[in-house]
Nanobody, 120 residues
Framework: QVQLVESGGGLVQAGGSLRLSCAAS????????MGWYRQAPGKQRELVAS???????TYPDSVKGRFTISRDNAKNTVYLQMNSLEPEDTAVYYC??????????????WGQGTQVTVSS
């Protein structure tokens, strides 16, 4: 059984910063790519940032230079540092991890989502 628990969302003014965390627990053998997605009302879920097991990162142009993803493999945790937040960043943010369990079964797992609201 694997569980992802997110924290760090909230309400912030435009130009402010937030840091999201997502910790995985359970019978984990290895975690491959970790990522953050977001979904605004009436819109499709979109990738915000991803980081491979080797540390390579990917960002869409909309957040490049403002958001930074990082991971702590010892803690099975992924972080998203969000700076210079804009009202357009308002959404529910979800973490995603590609996890192989101790039974060597692998699939993608999702966090429960955390609300980020940026006021203008």
């Amino acid at each position: 059984q694997v569980q992802l628990v997110e924290s760090g969302g909230g309400l912030v003014q435009a130009g402010g910063s937030l840091r999201l965390s997502c910790a995985a627990s359970g019978s984990i053998f290895r975690i491959n790519t970790m990522g953050w997605y977001r979904q605004a009302p009436g819109k499709q879920r979109e990738l915000v940032a991803s980081i491979t097991g080797g540390g390579s990162t990917t960002y869409p142009d909309s957040v490049k230079g403002r958001f930074t993803i990082s991971r702590d493999n010892a803690k099975n945790t992924v972080y998203l540092q969000m700076n210079s937040l804009e009202p357009e960043d308002t959404a529910v943010y979800y973490c995603n991890m590609g996890i192989m369990t101790s039974t060597l079964l692998g699939r993608a797992y999702w966090g429960q989502g955390t609300q980020v609201t940026v006021s203008s």
